[in-house]
């Protein structure tokens, strides 16, 4: 009899843990998502591209995640094949954000809806929603930080900085709209001669790298180095991203720099290496871009798409992408350096400190 009782107890139980995941799965029960991602040389994509798997996943859905290594070709194919696969959605971060249009139209025409992830998707009609950050926001953020750093406001009769930049690339909206926050900081201290910027290469079309590439931003840092600043150090590398930090600081080391007279360098995504790199001194900040927050709303993108429901947005202005203003969730960029990577990074859960060496 005993026996009986447990084993019906057992039963009672799994079928009620089956009931419960069924409730969650079956938003997305049968239904297939595509996910084309633009690269996996940077961690932040492969972060982004798992975190999305796993929460649609986690609602039942089938996803095809597929990375491009940058190669626009290679991604206009992977988008045509999902097409071809009939998945409801496909949800794109671009190489080359105006090179898919004919892809995106494509899909349009087979009836699915695309959602853009964290790129805006340029000169199409295609796409239903954008999830990303506040990409000036993310400018305005890395400007904040050298204005505040240095004391940009209150700086001394005759005292100033050397600052070069290192911006995004030119098919990525995000780039554009960094340069422009970043400009609205730091423009009127290059005015005024707070900041002085040896090369003269301060416009978006002077310091935009193609593709985000790491190897031409340590390129440009060991021309700048060796031409304009064997006299005088510099004192600010504001860089755009990560992985242009990483090669800044490899360009700073051959150069000669050490503690002593290191420069305020910027990055943006707050990679694992540039944590570990603002512990050690190499990098000073970045900016924090949850990606499973970003996840989790471009899942409520798809759903909407796939389902019918509401999506949360909270922009319907700001992005135009020449043929129409994109729905937009616009997550917030958040500064993060050795006062305040412990309480984000390790109390958020984004890294563990055995990640980070501790
Ligand atoms: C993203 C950044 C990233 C950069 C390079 C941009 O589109 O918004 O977070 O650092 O691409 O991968």
């Not at 989790?296 to 700001?318: H, L, Q, R, Y």
């Not at 969730?329 to 984004?350: F, K, R």
Request: aromatic share 8%; net charge negative.
């Amino acid at each position: 009899m005993k026996k009986l009782l447990a084993l019906l107890l057992v039963m009672t139980m799994v079928l009620s843990i089956g009931i419960t995941f069924a409730g969650a799965e079956t938003v997305g029960a049968g239904k297939k998502v595509g996910i084309a991602m633009p690269t996996q040389s940077s961690e932040r994509w492969i972060n982004d591209g798992a975190n999305m798997k796993a929460q649609l996943e986690a609602l039942g859905y089938e996803v095809i995640l597929q990375y491009a290594e940058d190669d626009v070709q290679m991604q206009v194919s992977q988008i045509e094949n999902l097409t071809a696969q009939q998945v409801d959605c496909i949800v794109i971060a671009a190489v080359d954000s105006g090179a898919l249009t004919g892809v995106e139209a494509q899909a349009k025409e087979a009836g699915i809806p695309i959602v853009a992830y964290d790129r805006l998707l340029m000169d199409t009609d295609a796409v239903s929603y954008y999830a990303s950050f506040d990409n000036e926001g993310v400018g305005r953020a890395i400007g904040e930080y050298i204005e505040t750093a240095k004391d940009l406001a209150n700086a001394a009769e005759g005292t100033s900085y050397t600052i070069e930049f290192f911006m995004g690339s030119p098919d990525d909206n995000n780039a554009v709209l960094l340069h422009q926050g970043v400009m609205k900081v730091l423009q009127p201290y290059l005015d005024n001669g707070v900041l002085v910027c040896k090369t003269g290469r301060t416009s978006f079309d002077d310091t935009c790298i193609l593709r985000w590439s790491q190897e031409t931003a340590q390129q440009w840092a060991e021309n700048y180095l060796a031409s304009f600043y064997a006299d005088e150090d510099l004192d600010i590398a504001c860089s755009a991203f990560d992985g242009f930090a990483y090669g800044i600081r490899s360009a700073l080391e051959a150069a000669g720099y050490t503690s002593e007279n290191w420069p305020l360098i910027t990055g943006q995504d707050a990679e694992l290496m540039a944590v570990k790199n603002i512990i050690s001194g190499q990098q000073t900040m970045s900016i924090y871009k949850d990606t499973r927050l970003l996840a989790s709303k471009c899942v409520t993108m798809v759903n909407a798409v796939i389902n019918g429901t509401e999506p949360e947005i909270n922009d319907t202005e700001t992005y135009n992408n020449n043929v129409i203003t994109v729905p937009s969730y616009l997550c917030t960029p958040v500064a993060v350096d050795l006062s305040n990577y412990e309480e984000l990074i390790i109390g958020g859960e984004y890294y563990t400190p055995e990640q980070l060496g501790q």
